[in-house]
């Protein structure tokens, strides 16, 4: 799993509950993958007692796979969960800090959007350029009437005919343009994607 999914999962586990549900919040649960089976690592609980006899309970990330199925199909694999969140969030955290890191994500997410922007953008300035043509032919006809060049009769069936085209023209790139807007959006200059994984 990438670092960025992995970040996302973990941000996100802090506003909602996980799938599991256990006393307190696990944000690798489900997200750490058993090193032997790469199966999801849910919670699993020991209870020991100290020298005084008081009752510990310790709770590790242990393998799905071994907890549902039994060892037919793997090992606990077991680690602390009170090393391991601390480990990966603090580890999260430098990277998130990263520079490099930053560059990376951001270059990746905007490529991946570049090669949807591309063909919708040539797309709509095809439309848009036989849309330019249109309005010069339709603005030509009406001079080509107001010269008396064409009967009103000519110029009406004309000016009928590009207009319905017109509105078919647009009804094409509204949609088109709605999907290169959003896509635009999406896109993240470097400087405030800095300041918003500073933040985060």
């Known amino acids: 799993m ?9 941000y996100k586990s802090r506003f909602q509950k996980p799938n599991c549900v256990h006393d307190g919040e ?3 649960t489900g997200i ?22 008081t009752k510990k309970v310790l709770e590790y990330y242990v393998c799905g796979a071994w907890k549902n199925k039994g060892t037919m199909v793997c ?10 969140d601390p480990f990966v969030l603090d580890k999260l955290q430098r990277l998130m800090r990263s520079d490099k890191l930053i560059k990376d994500l951001v270059n990746k997410v905007n490529s991946r ?3 949807k922007f591309a063909p919708l953008q040539h797309e709509y300035d095809m439309y848009e350029k036989q849309m330019k043509d249109l309005e010069q032919k339709l603005s030509k006809t009406f001079d080509a009437y107001t010269d008396e060049l ?16 017109i509105s078919q023209l647009k009804e094409h790139m509204e949609p088109l343009r709605k999907q290169v807007e959003e896509i635009r959006w999406k896109m ?7 300041m918003c994984y500073r933040i985060f």
């Open 150 to 165: 064409i009967s009103k009769a000519m110029y009406s069936d004309k000016a009928r005919q590009l207009e319905e085209q």
């Open 2 to 10: 990438e670092t960025w999914e992995i970040a996302q999962s973990v």
């Open 75 to 84: 090992r606990s694999n077991g680690v602390r969960t009170d090393y391991a």
């Open 26 to 28: 696990f944000p690798l």
């Open 113 to 115: 959007n570049e090669s």
């Open 188 to 194: 993240f200059p470097m400087k405030s994607s800095k």
């Open 32 to 53: 750490r993958r058993c090193p032997v089976c790469n199966a999801g690592m849910i919670i699993g609980r020991t209870t020991n007692r100290t020298k005084d006899g």
